[in-house]
């Protein structure tokens, strides 16, 4: 960075709080659209799975593959076919949640006990009714861990895809720029906000799963009275 210059300055910060915010909420709908996405094409693999067992290894087969690519060689590659916009930076973002989800959300279902789903089909709980009623809501708290994983890790991807261009937009464009221009007051201001949009995810995904789970909360109470 340029010598003499401060790590933050923050008479350019207040001066460009307009532009900081409106790149905070590019990030956050970026990666808030990718997870939503991410999650719906998640949730019916992982129905699938629970129908054809035989067909879980070669789903998490493929989206293990997939994970494993480099994130600028993703990026990268899929410029070259849609170009630099959001349709490109959301198929790389749904692609890495992908792996995350489906077996968070497998394990979630195969973690409901046995005799639960019994004791539903004896109430006459038909196979969508229980899956409401009784599968799902006991499944949350890994689905919940598969989310706040997969938002973390959107969140700090949506970083790496605005240095193949300022189009796909977020707080890695003031990262990027900021590197560019060696002005660290940009750097640090991306790399802090997507650290703290990272643990506000977070957070937002733990109350979720409280409020979804009260029988979870009351347990736990009981236990430490």
């Not at 973002?93 to 973690?111: C, K």
């Not at 979720?208 to 236990?223: E, F, K, S, V, Y």
């Amino acid at each position: 960075m340029r010598d003499g210059q401060p790590l933050v300055d923050l008479a350019w910060v207040v001066a460009h709080l307009d532009e900081i915010a409106r790149r905070t909420l590019e990030h956050l709908w970026i990666a808030a659209l990718a997870v939503g996405v991410g999650f719906g094409v998640a949730f019916g693999l992982a129905l699938l799975v629970l129908r054809v067992r035989r067909a879980y290894g070669p789903i998490v087969g493929l989206t293990g593959v997939l994970y494993t690519i480099p994130s600028i060689a993703l990026f990268a590659a899929l410029v070259g076919v849609t170009g630099i916009s959001l349709l490109t930076a959301e198929i790389a973002l749904v692609i890495y949640t992908l792996q995350i989800l489906v077996r968070s959300i497998v394990a979630g279902f195969d973690a409901v006990p046995a005799d639960v789903l019994e004791a539903a089909d004896g109430l006459g709980y038909g196979r969508l009714e229980r899956l409401r009623r009784v599968e799902l809501p006991l499944a949350v708290p890994l689905i919940v861990a598969g989310l706040r994983l997969a938002s973390v890790s959107t969140i700090g991807l949506v970083t790496i895809a605005a240095q193949l261009g300022e189009a796909f937009g977020g707080l890695g464009v003031l990262i990027t720029q900021g590197l560019q221009t060696f002005f660290a007051t940009k750097v640090y201001t991306g790399a802090i906000l997507s650290v703290a949009l990272a643990i506000g995810a977070d957070v937002v995904f733990v109350l979720i799963q409280r409020r979804l789970t009260p029988w979870a909360r009351a347990g736990a109470n009981r236990l430490a009275g």
